[in-house]
């Protein structure tokens, strides 16, 4: 069995290394004006989240409904072969050049760069036009 002077003993020990705050128990300084402060501020808090979050505009993919802020013309992560939405940072270097995913250009564009290039630039040319 323990010492029941223990729990005095580490209480007085806590109480000199970090003062009286440490050991008083929070519902003494606790109050009903601070309760309504409290809830005041929680309800504010969950009114501008509901306002900020009714403002987003997804659009879905594959089942997924993404913020379309992602989305720019500059940077789409779409894959032009396989049309899956890119999350992975490694294909943003394929995506950019040859608008494919790693995978598609591994199957579809290595070996092929300067024919898979003008394909592009056609297709480019006809959704212009």
């Known amino acids: 069995m323990q010492d029941p002077n223990n729990l005095l003993r580490m209480e007085k020990a806590i109480i000199q290394r970090y003062g009286e705050e440490a050991v008083k128990n929070p519902k003494t300084s ?5 309760e309504k402060e409290y ?5 504010e808090l969950s009114e501008k989240e509901l306002k900020s979050s009714q403002g987003i505009e997804t659009i879905e993919i594959d089942g997924v409904f993404i913020p ?6 500059e940077n ?3 894959c032009f072969a396989c049309k899956s939405y890119s999350f992975n ?5 394929y995506l950019s050049k040859y608008k494919t995913c790693f995978r598609c250009y591994i199957q579809y564009v290595e070996g092929r760069e300067e024919k898979w290039l003008n394909k592009m ?5 006809k959704s212009n036009q």
């Open 121 to 125: 630039i056609s297709q480019e040319n």
């Open 89 to 93: 940072r490694n294909d943003d270097i």
């Open 30 to 34: 606790w109050s009903d004006e601070k």
């Open 39 to 43: 809830l005041q501020q929680l309800k």
């Open 68 to 73: 379309k802020k992602l989305f720019t013309k």
């Open 76 to 78: 789409n992560k779409v």
